[in-house]
């Protein structure tokens, strides 16, 4: 079995990784699959062919899957989301920067997006680096930002008064479930890595703790705009059968909106993480 090559993509974050087939990797590959993973933030192959069931099966050397319950599932796979834009739909799903999961207690550790079906051109996803957008702050701002927490929602986004509830109603449901909010450090430190990492996100963030809706919006914004810094950013183009991997806890996504009339068809597993610190 071959070694799997493993090319950074960008200084601030991403790997592809090639020489490797995912329904037949050694535990030697795998490790090595997992230490780029860890440092890169999101990884990407190319030429895959996953059935849903040997897609189940590379998330589950990951760890335990995380059923999303907002998301449709894959007909026939409850543990697969469908990430689906039909040619008559206007909206994408995931189309502005956000990390999955940010929303829940133990967020997702990462999520396994795998291209069924893709639209002639278009159709990229944006990733953005958080250790890189953290470590480009200055030493005064990263101390007051690390006694600061944040407050994050999925209501906004997935709930009853959600200004996406009529566009995702055939893509979206359980509307009911989305009323909890949870609060995580503005800075968190890798669990596996122990890097320091940039923990808000314009998806789901609605808030620091303690402060009002204006200060937050502020301090928000500022973090926002620095972190859309290009330099921080990886533009990864799919092909049917590429598998992009990221990191929840590192990384931010955007799903560009840029084929109108055309279909684009994804599966995604998330892996379960652990709480934040
Ligand atoms: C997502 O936000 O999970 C979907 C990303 C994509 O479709 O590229």
């Not at 407050?151 to 509830?165: N, P």
């Not at 995580?184 to 789901?204: A, E, Q």
């Not at 402060?211 to 926002?224: Q, T, V």
Request: no cysteine.
């Amino acid at each position: 079995m071959s070694e799997p090559q493993v090319r950074p993509v960008s200084d601030a974050l991403g790997a592809e990784i090639e020489g490797v087939d995912l329904n037949r990797l050694t535990d030697a590959q795998f490790e090595r699959i997992r230490a780029a993973y860890l440092e890169h933030g999101v990884i990407f192959f190319h030429g895959q062919e996953l059935s849903p069931e040997q897609h189940e099966a590379f998330a589950e050397r990951w760890g335990e899957i995380n059923v999303n319950r907002f998301f449709t599932p894959v007909e026939g796979h409850p543990r697969i989301a469908l990430v689906l834009k039909e040619p008559e739909h206007s909206a994408n799903i995931g189309g502005g920067w956000h990390t999955d999961h940010s929303y829940d207690d133990a967020p997702a550790m990462g999520s396994i997006l795998m291209a069924r079906q893709v639209p002639p051109t278009g159709g990229d996803t944006l990733f953005a680096g958080m250790g890189a957008a953290y470590d480009a702050l200055s030493d005064g701002f990263k101390t007051t930002l690390e006694t600061l927490r944040a407050v994050h929602s999925s209501r906004h986004i997935f709930g009853t008064e959600s200004k996406y509830a009529d566009a995702m109603s055939d893509r979206f449901g359980n509307q009911e479930q989305a009323t909890q909010d949870v609060v995580h450090p503005v800075v968190i430190r890798h669990p596996d890595t122990g890097r320091k990492l940039l923990y808000v996100n314009p998806g789901f963030t609605i808030g620091i703790e303690g402060w009002d809706p204006e200060e937050s919006k502020a301090l928000l914004g500022f973090l926002y705009a620095h972190a859309m810094k290009p330099e921080f950013h990886y533009r990864f183009t799919w092909k049917k059968g590429s598998i992009a991997f990221w990191d929840n806890r590192a990384t931010w996504h955007y799903a560009l909106n840029d084929y109108p009339g055309e279909r684009r068809l994804m599966h995604r597993i998330t892996v379960e993480g652990v709480a934040l610190s």
